[in-house]
C-alpha cells in the first residue's frame, strides 16, 4: 500500500541555520503531497503542498519541491528562527484511495535554538 | 486557507461517562471529515472516515460502539467517546476534505483527561 517515511528527528538546529527534513513515498499512482506543521499543544496546520511532478510548494519561507523521479518530497528551508520549532509531517493523498485519506510520515520534531 | 474548529479544547471526565467532540468546518462544506487520535510524541492515528448523510467508516481496531460518529450535516461531525476510561485519554484532532482543493484542513484537537 501507500507510504510515507520521513527523516526520524528530533533535529535540533541553531538559529538561521539551514533546514532540511526528508521525506519520501511510495505510492500506486500520483499523489498529492503535503507538508504540515503541529506546533505544540495545537492541531496540524497545512504549511504547504504540490499536486503534480516538479510542482514546487511554499510558504512562510519553507519550500518542498514534487520529485517523481526521486519519489520525494522534502521539506527546506534556508533560515530557520526559533518560532520555526514544532514538528512537521509529510503526507501523501492518493485519489485512488477513499477520498481525501491521507498517508502520514511519522514526524520530524524540530528545536531551534536561539 | 480554510477554517475548521473543535469544542472543546479541552475536557476532564469521569470514568464510565460519555463525552462528545464536534468538529466544524466554518467556511466550507465538507462532504468527508476525518477523526484522528494522537499519543504523546506520536503521529497521527485515523480512527474513522466521517461521511455526511451516511455511516462512519471506522479503520480497523476501533470500536465503532465505542466511538460514535455522527455526520448530520456539511458543517458538522461529531464524535462521542462512550463509557470513557482512562485509557481513552489522548489528544483527538478532526479535519475536513475540502473538495476542489482536494485538501484536508485540520482542527485544533481536543485533549480528553478520563479520571
Known amino acids: 500500500g501507500d507510504s510515507v517515511t520521513q527523516m526520524e528527528g528530533p533535529v535540533t538546529l541553531s538559529e538561521e541555520a539551514f533546514l532540511t527534513i526528508n521525506c519520501t513515498y511510495t505510492?500506486?499512482?500520483?499523489?498529492?503531497l503535503f507538508w504540515y506543521v503541529q506546533y505544540p499543544g495545537e492541531g496540524l496546520q497545512l504549511l504547504l503542498k504540490?499536486?503534480?511532478?516538479?510542482d514546487k510548494g511554499s510558504n512562510k519561507g519553507f519550500e518542498a519541491t514534487y520529485r517523481k523521479e526521486t519519489t520525494s518530497f522534502h521539506l527546506e528551508k534556508g533560515s530557520v528562527q526559533v518560532s520555526d520549532s514544532a514538528v512537521y509531517f509529510c503526507?501523501?493523498?492518493?485519489?485512488?484511495?477513499?477520498?481525501?485519506?491521507?498517508?502520514f510520515g511519522k514526524g520530524t520534531k524540530l528545536s531551534v535554538k536561539p | 486557507g480554510a477554517v475548521v474548529s473543535q469544542h472543546p479544547s479541552r475536557v476532564i471526565c469521569k470514568s464510565g461517562t460519555s463525552v462528545k467532540i464536534e468538529c466544524r468546518s466554518l467556511?466550507?462544506?465538507?462532504?468527508?471529515m476525518f477523526w484522528y487520535r494522537q499519543f504523546p510524541k506520536q503521529s497521527l492515528m485515523l480512527m474513522a472516515t466521517?461521511?455526511?448523510?451516511?455511516?462512519?467508516?471506522?479503520e480497523q481496531g476501533v470500536e465503532k460502539d465505542k466511538f460514535l460518529i455522527n455526520h448530520a450535516s456539511l458543517t458538522l461531525s461529531t464524535l462521542t467517546v462512550t463509557s470513557a476510561h482512562p485509557e481513552d485519554s489522548s489528544f483527538y484532532i478532526c479535519?475536513?476534505?475540502?473538495?476542489?482543493?482536494?485538501?484536508?484542513?485540520f482542527g485544533p484537537g481536543t485533549r480528553l483527561l478520563v479520571l
Open positions: 503526507a501523501s493523498l492518493n485519489y485512488g484511495g477513499s477520498q481525501g485519506n491521507l498517508i
Open positions: 505510492a500506486t499512482g500520483y499523489p498529492s
Open positions: 504540490a499536486t503534480k511532478a516538479d
Open positions: 466521517s461521511n455526511e448523510g451516511s455511516k462512519a467508516t471506522y
Open positions: 467556511d466550507f462544506q465538507a462532504t468527508t
Open positions: 479535519s475536513a476534505y475540502r473538495t476542489g482543493q482536494e485538501t484536508q484542513y
